[in-house]
């Protein structure tokens, strides 16, 4: 099983980094070490996070991580991470 970064995540991904580079850069680049390790981490259990509230598939799913939800797709041969947003804010469709 394979991860893959669907564009609207790199997108949403890279602004958030850079939110918070603006604050601190070694904050940002522990959060970033972190959630890869943590997405990586998927393939070993990939329904381990809820099934998502804003999709209606048991293939997709919500994993909340330091604030921020990162939704993702398990399909047969991989895991597709579809988009970060802060999970107080719902994404933009």
Do not use: C, H, W
Not at 9 to 15: D, G, I, L, Q, V
Not at 44 to 60: A, E, L, T
Not at 79 to 87: A, R, S, T, Y
Request: charged share 30%; glycine share 2%.
């Amino acid at each position: 099983m394979q991860i893959k970064l669907e564009k609207k995540f790199e997108n949403s991904f890279f602004n958030i980094y850079e939110y918070i580079t603006k604050d601190k850069k070694s904050a940002a680049n522990k959060f970033k070490a972190n959630l890869f390790k943590t997405i990586q981490n998927l393939i070993n259990n990939p329904y381990k996070y809820r099934k998502s509230r804003y999709f209606d598939d048991k293939n997709i799913r919500d994993m909340i991580f330091e604030g921020y939800t990162i939704v993702y797709k398990i399909t047969q041969d991989s895991i597709i991470i579809l988009n970060i947003f802060n999970k107080n804010q719902p994404p933009q469709k």
